[in-house]
């Protein structure tokens, strides 16, 4: 998922203001790409057509630059759009991210790129709705993730003799009967505030309803409002039913996924991600999901989903946007969309059909994500950053215990301005 680690906005800000609005480019003949580390297995693919792009044009060198994911959206991306060589392409989230580069001139307008250029015909016109900003294509859409379900460990559950929750009462009952047998019901590495934030959200926008889930995130109405504290109450109920783990504020998101690779924890909220995660790091685990249970009297969509749409970004400050274009087509092309599909990553691309070495956890994750009436934005990369981290702050105040959900929404509103 896509994650802003909190504690580091306002250095953020610090860094943006003092290096200024960044130079154009170098008009050289190095094409430098940065994104996100996607795993090796994609980093393979990422380097294979790098490869291509040298030989289809000799003399050019393309430069890949990958960075952790945290320290790329915090710091990283910042960094390098405002450097002396920054990149001709980058990766991004839609949502206000990318609106964001869009205001700071770093996204260039691709429809001419998309409608008659190299990349036209290679993704559905539809897929590029989520990421127009004031009318206009800024990104190439490369994938859409889902970004938290339940995950669970099946035999952990029969042995509790315990279902996978359906509602949030399931839940709770769960919980007490994990606890009565000494194992831990939900693990959560929470330090960073994105992973338990991300999911506590979705369980948010399911009681409020995703419109005043929008509003307020938006600004346009108040974080400390009757139905945001009854929301945040379903949190509260969480820590009484003692479902999280203690040290859920204290470990990172490592720590956490940890303790439901390794059997201690029964479920473990996160994205669609763990997935490839648990391949690599627990082999021989069983492991299932189901989206968020419902809850209950929610003015939401009780079958919503929570995710977002990443791609590529062209710098409207580059001298290459039309070799970016051209790069970014050859790695949306038939062949490398294969070699993708192949790594375990399903691009939107046009004619991608699951390799059956695909995952079919991956695949039933893309197939939640496609039918969902309803898909909501996680804060920290649909909305504005500082609000998100006020209402992460928040939420993790009422998970661990240290506050009642109306002072946190209090404190959450004084912050988030």
């Not at 960044?22 to 094409?31: E, F, I, Q, W, Y």
């Not at 959206?73 to 989230?93: C, K, M, T, V």
């Not at 609000?387 to 912050?415: H, T």
Request: proline share 6%; aromatic share 8%.
């Amino acid at each position: 998922m896509p994650r802003i680690p909190i504690g580091t906005f306002a250095l953020v800000l610090l860094f943006t203001a003092a290096c200024g609005g960044g130079a154009k480019t170098p008009s050289d003949n190095v094409l430098r790409i940065a994104m996100v580390s996607p795993g090796e297995a994609q980093i393979r693919v990422w380097k294979d057509i790098a490869g291509q792009y040298e030989k289809a044009h000799p003399g050019s060198k393309v430069e890949l630059n990958f960075q952790k994911d945290t320290l790329y959206q915090a710091i990283g991306l910042p960094s390098l759009l405002n450097g002396r060589q920054a990149p001709d392409i980058y990766f991004e989230w839609a949502g206000d991210r990318l609106r964001t580069r869009v205001k700071e001139g770093f996204a260039a307008d691709l429809g001419p790129q998309v409608t008659g250029g190299p990349l036209k015909g290679l993704i559905a016109d539809s897929a590029y709705n989520r990421v127009k900003v004031d009318g206009k294509v800024v990104m190439v859409p490369f994938a859409a993730d889902v970004t938290n379900v339940l995950w669970y460990n099946p035999k952990l559950l029969t042995d509790a003799g315990v279902q996978p929750p359906k509602t949030f009462d399931d839940l709770l009952a769960a919980c007490d009967r994990l606890n009565a047998k000494g194992i831990t019901p939900i693990a959560s590495g929470n330090k960073d505030l994105w992973p338990a934030g991300n999911w506590l959200t979705h369980l948010v926008s399911r009681v409020v309803g995703e419109q005043s889930y929008h509003d307020t995130m938006s600004g346009k109405s108040g974080l400390n409002t009757p139905e945001w504290e009854r929301a945040f109450g379903y949190i509260a109920r969480l820590k009484q039913h003692k479902c999280v783990n203690e040290s859920a504020n204290a470990a990172n998101d490592n720590e956490g996924a940890q303790l439901f690779f390794k059997g201690k924890a029964a479920m473990h909220p996160i994205g669609s991600w763990l997935v490839s995660w648990a391949i690599d790091e627990a082999p021989g685990l069983a492991f299932d999901y189901v989206n968020l249970p419902e809850m209950p009297g929610g003015a939401g969509d009780q079958s919503s989903v929570i995710g977002v749409v990443t791609g590529y970004v062209v710098n409207a400050k580059s001298a290459k946007v039309k070799e970016s274009a051209e790069f970014l087509a050859l790695a949306n092309s038939p062949a490398n969309v294969a070699a993708f599909v192949k790594s375990g990553t399903v691009p939107l691309a046009k004619g991608t059909t699951p390799d059956k070495e695909v995952d079919e956890r991956t695949i039933r994750l893309d197939g939640l994500l496609a039918d969902a009436k309803t898909v909501v934005s996680p804060p920290d990369t649909g909305y504005d950053l500082k609000r998100a981290d006020a209402l992460y702050r928040a939420l993790a105040a009422v998970l661990g215990g240290a506050k009642s959900p109306k002072d946190a929404l209090a404190e959450a509103a004084s912050k988030a301005g």
